[in-house]
């Protein structure tokens, strides 16, 4: 590139402001940003089958809208980060492809199954919890459109995540079999909730370009810290345990320590191995398939109109 513009780009992210799609970019940031962009897509759109699962089962009709309303939100996420992708030149066809081939990842913990309807609960306080820490420090992402699409993004997480834990506390009023159904989905989720914050430091190749970039803000281990610490007293306020015998306030530093991550579970449910990564994948596909007429429809429309205004 001209020197100029290598300057211009460095000189932008020294301070503090944003890179615009009309921006030149190194090819290197570009890469970051198309592949973090379409793996959150990714992460929002597969996102809503665990879920989804539960909306014809939903216990009354006040749970079933907001369920609904969730999902669909989810479906807009995905949309939205798919268009900021789009401003980096990617294209968005080819990226649904690479997902529903297997070759883009998408978050590991959609790849859980959802067994009970507390499920709904402890994914909107445990899941969408950890999806806001991560989140909102990425409002001040250097990349503008990306940025910009996480401030409406993180604004329904929040509703996501107190419909979550409102839910939760009604389970935790009920009869003793709804407060096991609580803890026992606890027990399944704390631990992938955790593993969502990506690999430690130690062993995540992107972080520390990332940070360079101002892409990332904060590390991976100290996103995973917040979100610890944040959790606890919300899980003592419910009234449940969280699985791990070594958590405990370390008061010289501030924090909660926590136990050891099993992170060959995680290498195992990344790499296309988890509980439900073949059935995620292959619905999306099925999805994908179903829904061609439309796409061919919507085209064959666009043609014909652009036709018309030529003549
Ligand atoms: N699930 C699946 N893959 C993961 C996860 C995870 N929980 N964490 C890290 N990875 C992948 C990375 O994408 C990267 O893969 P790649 O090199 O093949 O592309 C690899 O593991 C190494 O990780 P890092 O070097 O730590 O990667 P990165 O710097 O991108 O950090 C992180 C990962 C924290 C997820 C970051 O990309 C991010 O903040 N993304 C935006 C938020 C997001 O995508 N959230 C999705 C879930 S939340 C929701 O949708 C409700």
Request: with cysteine.
């Amino acid at each position: 590139p001209q020197p100029d513009l290598q300057r211009h780009f460095e000189r932008t992210i020294e301070r503090d402001q944003r890179i615009e799609p009309r921006d030149w970019l190194p090819e290197g940031y570009r890469k970051t940003m198309i592949r973090m962009i379409a793996q959150h897509a990714h992460s929002e759109i597969i996102g809503m089958q665990p879920e989804g699962n539960w909306i014809t089962r939903a216990p009354s009709l006040r749970r079933k809208a907001i369920l609904l309303a969730k999902v669909q939100d989810e479906a807009g996420h995905g949309l939205y980060l798919y268009s900021a992708a789009e401003t980096l030149g990617a294209d968005r066809a080819e990226l649904t492809e690479k997902l529903i081939s297997g070759k883009q990842k998408y978050s590991s913990i959609f790849n859980y199954p959802t067994l009970t309807f507390a499920d709904v609960g402890v994914i909107g306080w445990l899941v969408d919890g950890a999806a806001i820490c991560n989140q909102v420090p990425l409002c001040r992402s250097s990349y503008g459109p990306y940025a910009r699409a996480m401030i409406r993004i993180c604004k329904e997480e929040s509703f996501h995540q107190r419909q979550g834990y409102e839910l939760l506390l009604t389970m935790m009023r009920g009869t003793p079999r709804q407060r096991d159904m609580v803890q026992e989905s606890v027990d399944r989720w704390w631990w992938p909730s955790l593993m969502m914050f990506g690999p430690p430091d130690a062993e995540s190749p992107h972080t520390e370009q990332s940070m360079a970039w101002k892409i990332k803000r904060h590390t991976n281990d100290e996103l995973r810290q917040r979100f610890v610490d944040m959790t606890v007293p919300q899980a003592e306020m419910l009234g449940v345990s969280l699985p791990d015998p070594d958590l405990k306030w370390n008061a010289k530093r501030g924090h909660y320590d926590f136990g050891e991550i099993d992170w060959s579970e995680f290498k195992q449910v990344v790499s296309g191995n988890g509980p439900c990564n073949a059935q995620r994948v292959a619905h999306r596909r099925a999805a994908h398939t179903d829904g061609a007429w439309v796409r061919e429809a919507a085209a064959a429309y666009a043609a014909k109109r652009a036709g018309r205004s030529a003549a």
